[in-house]
């Protein structure tokens, strides 16, 4: 089992989205590498956290790289702090980890992306400073309320590999 945080944009979406992988154990929203220790969803704006999807995988059904794929699929990775119609920095899109391994390789794969891009792209790369799952009633909010607004487009919802 591993564990890879993924911040792209609003979290309800982004963890609808991986909840549907095969190989995706369990994953909670949750408010990462802010400057403060707990906080509350009104408050990122003043915190510095990114909402953020912590993910635990089996790396035997899905690698870290199938995760990147698919993360890059359903985020603009050239947007600074908005993703849709969301903007400030706790939108902004990143990868953490708090294994130097995990971040060797996910640092690869973003040089890879932007060459295949043709530019750099804005999505944070970094060790994981700290996480607090969100309140419970952004816990998978958009199987409680589908209806919700996200700014991935509904197609992603449809498992795909």
Known sequence: MRTIYLAGGCFWGVQKYFDQFDGVLQTAAGYANGNTGAPKYGQLK??????????????????????????????????????????????????????PAALAEVRAYVRRAERKLGRPVAVEVGPLKNFCPAEEYHQKYLEKHPGGYCHIAPRFFKKKE
């Open 46 to 99: 003043d915190t510095g956290h990114a909402e953020t999807v912590r993910i635990l995988y089996d790396e035997s059904k899905i690698s870290l790289a199938g995760l990147l794929d698919r993360y890059f699929r359903v985020i603009d990775p050239f947007s600074v702090n908005r993703q849709g119609n969301d903007a400030g920095t706790q939108y902004r899109t990143g990868i953490y980890s708090e294994d």
